[in-house]
């Protein structure tokens, strides 16, 4: 199957400073990609849908100006988390389809562990 | 909108018997559904899938039923292993063309030797 790869896997940062998340995907062009939330012990959540060369569709709940997505390629979106508080800690995980594919075609990457401190 | 749940949130088998992992959906107009199986510290990983009009569908070991009518599904694995411990997911599409998915709290499923 097709290959989604996240950097970093994990990422310990202080509270108030930035981190960015990238999602790849390493063999396939990805028209849209998902960014998901995983909470300890919880289900994920999807944030927002990504679509390249547009700008990203928030879910409700979900601060666009505190979680910045870029799509600006085929292969690459990134998810910054602006001003990271210790609530901001999570596993962020992200998902890539291409045109054309069937739902059961969503290729989750492994997932980024942010720790605030 | 879609609200998934599941019924039990662990599951303890002994090793070489069925599994039988629930989930239940809400949204009578849901068409497509998914089971991932996640490890833990990695992503999910797609196990099987089914779709609304069928009701049954079959895997290696891995077994889905759909009951559209009281929106239940379940996935059955069959002779489980060791390997098979992780945490289940059921998504749900909400259809209409939507690729989003929402998915269920999950179970944990641990296999004992």
């Known amino acids: 199957g097709a290959v989604v790869s996240q950097h970093p896997s994990w990422v310990i940062c202080k509270s108030g400073t930035s981190v960015k998340i990238e999602c790849r995907s390493l063999?396939?062009?990805?028209?849209?990609m998902f960014w998901y939330r995983q909470f300890p012990k919880q289900s994920l959540m999807l944030m927002a849908t990504s679509n390249e060369g547009s700008k990203a569709t928030y879910e409700q709940g979900v601060e666009k100006d505190k979680f910045l997505i870029n799509h600006a390629s085929l292969t690459l979106s990134t998810l910054t988390v602006t001003s990271a508080h210790p609530e901001d800690s999570s596993f962020y995980i992200c998902?890539?389809?291409?045109?054309?594919?069937?739902?059961?075609?969503?290729?989750f990457g492994p997932g980024t562990r942010l720790t605030v401190l | 909108g879609e609200s998934v749940g599941l019924h039990l949130p662990t599951l303890s088998v002994q090793e070489g018997d069925n599994s039988i992992i629930n989930c239940a959906y809400s949204n009578s107009a849901s068409d497509y559904f998914i089971w991932y199986k996640q490890e833990s510290g990695k992503g999910p990983q797609f196990i099987i899938d089914i779709r609304s009009n069928m009701d049954k569908r079959q895997g290696q070991r891995v077994t889905v039923l759909l009951n559209k009518t009281v929106k239940h599904l379940s996935l059955q694995i069959a002779a489980t292993q060791p390997g098979d411990s992780a945490v289940y997911f059921c998504a749900v599409s909400s259809g209409a063309g939507s690729y989003q998915l929402t998915f269920g709290k999950g179970t944990k499923l641990s296999v004992i030797p």
């Open positions: 063999d396939f062009q990805a028209t849209t």
């Open positions: 998902s890539a389809l291409t045109s054309g594919m069937s739902y059961n075609e969503q290729f």
